[in-house]
């Protein structure tokens, strides 16, 4: 063996016996992990609690339900506040806030007609003004008419009251309570001095009235003026109201607002054409009946038809009352059978099929609103209150719901526009 061939030997063994310890190391590392048990088990790491609703451990340590419920209460009590304040600031500023308010509803019953004339082709205000004149020569016509028959009917009433309180006297006799003479007369004196015991305040309310024609007056001319320029310039008055808002927001704003605006709007017409339908049926039943004060008691029951639920069925009492005393109980049963059949045809019929889904409203939020406006307000309140709640309803609905993108060229364009009121 020469020496080349010795020297290629030993490197060919060299190589052999570093391969040979290479897979030695390399069967020491892939050995499995239960063969080689530890000492001792480490610690296991501590948990992190992650909760995006807090910025404490401390609150994350409050359990999840009570971190909700004390999140809605202090809400809910700044939402109270704020409309405690906003219900005070109205009960100070209630000499302008009512009169607004009626003017409101007026506009909204009048809009369409002054919308007719300006499609003929009449100026916004000559449009207004003949609107304006027409209906205060229908509200003074009705209220002269019903003065009228008020002063002419009111001896046979009276009379009619005398004859009723002596049958009721002998029927106090004669009945089953047996009361003698002396009890009933007793129960006249009784009756005759907490009158005059209380003549001093009735007669102060008597002063404090009068005290308030002024402002019933001033009222009035604000009712007048307010109709006047919301049926000119309500659309105007509202875009610039609307543009005091981010950019964002105006479109969800005038859409809810259009919305709130057809609410009222179908709401007035519906509750004026059902009042109509039933002082008509009372009124007819009421001169069938030959009952006095046919007029006024039809007109009653059709201001009494705008506090929905309460309005009709005070006014209905009312007529049944005048029909007993004038006319006795067989008429008055018949008057109260008219009634009730009045009331249940608008319930039933009439209010759903007027009123429609656009205003549909459940009774329970009706009575409550109503009952809230009569503490809050009084009758004002209880006149305020549904179409209130209405409006509410549709208004909130659309600012909640889902609105679509606006493109970025019409966000310019609106910004653009949006300069000047």
């Known amino acids: 063996m020469s020496r080349l061939q010795r020297v290629r030997a030993n490197l060919r063994r060299a190589y052999e016996t570093g391969r040979d310890s290479v897979r030695l190391a390399r069967a020491e590392t892939e050995r499995p992990a239960e063969d080689t048990e530890p000492e001792f088990e480490p610690p296991a790491p501590e948990p992190t609690l992650e909760h995006h609703s807090t910025t404490s451990r401390d609150d994350a340590e409050v359990p999840h339900p009570l971190r909700i419920a004390a999140a809605w209460s202090?809400?809910?009590?700044v939402v109270g506040v704020v409309g405690w304040v906003l219900l005070r600031f109205i009960g100070i500023?209630?000499?302008?806030v009512v009169p607004l308010a009626i003017a409101l509803l007026l506009s909204a019953l009048l809009s369409p007609a002054v919308s007719w004339l300006l499609k003929a082709r009449l100026p916004p205000s000559l449009a207004t003004f003949l609107v304006l004149i027409c209906g205060l020569g229908a509200v003074a016509g009705t209220l002269t008419a019903v003065v009228t028959q008020f002063i002419d009917g009111l001896p046979q009433l009276t009379a009619s009251a005398t004859k009723g309180v002596r049958q009721i006297q002998d029927w106090a006799r004669t009945g089953p309570?047996?009361?003698s003479d002396a009890q009933v007369d007793q129960a006249i004196d009784s009756a005759q001095e907490w009158i005059n015991s209380n003549t001093s305040s009735l007669t102060a309310t008597g002063f404090a009235t009068a005290a308030t024609v002024f402002e019933l007056l001033t009222g009035a001319v604000l009712v007048l003026f307010a109709t006047f320029f919301f049926l000119r310039d309500g659309r105007k008055i509202w875009r610039f109201l609307v543009r005091l808002f981010p950019v964002n927001a105006r479109w969800s704003l005038s859409d809810a607002g259009d919305a709130s605006w057809a609410t009222l709007g179908a709401y007035v017409r519906a509750t004026v054409l059902v009042a109509i339908i039933d002082a008509t049926g009372i009124g007819l039943a009421l001169v069938i009946l030959d009952v006095p004060f046919a007029f006024p008691l039809a007109a009653l029951v059709f201001l009494g038809a705008f506090v929905p639920i309460v309005g009709a069925s005070v006014s209905g009492a009312v007529a049944v009352l005048v029909a007993l005393v004038a006319k006795g109980w067989i008429v008055a049963l018949i008057v109260l059978g008219a009634v009730i059949l009045v009331q249940q045809v608008e319930g039933h019929i009439l209010q759903p099929l007027i009123m429609g889904r656009a205003v549909a409203?459940?009774?329970?939020?009706?009575?409550?609103?109503?009952?809230?406006?009569?503490?809050?307000?009084g009758i004002i309140g209880a006149l305020v209150a549904v179409?209130?709640?209405?409006?509410?309803?549709t208004g909130i609905r659309r600012l909640a719901r889902r609105r679509p993108e606006v493109p970025p060229s019409a966000v310019v364009v609106t910004a653009g526009t949006d300069a000047h009121p």
């Open 74 to 77: 202090w809400r809910l009590i």
């Open 93 to 96: 500023i209630s000499v302008v």
């Open 177 to 179: 309570l047996h009361l």
């Open 361 to 377: 409203i459940h009774p329970l939020v009706v009575i409550v609103g109503i009952a809230s406006g009569v503490v809050l307000a």
């Open 387 to 393: 179409p209130l709640i209405a409006v509410l309803n």
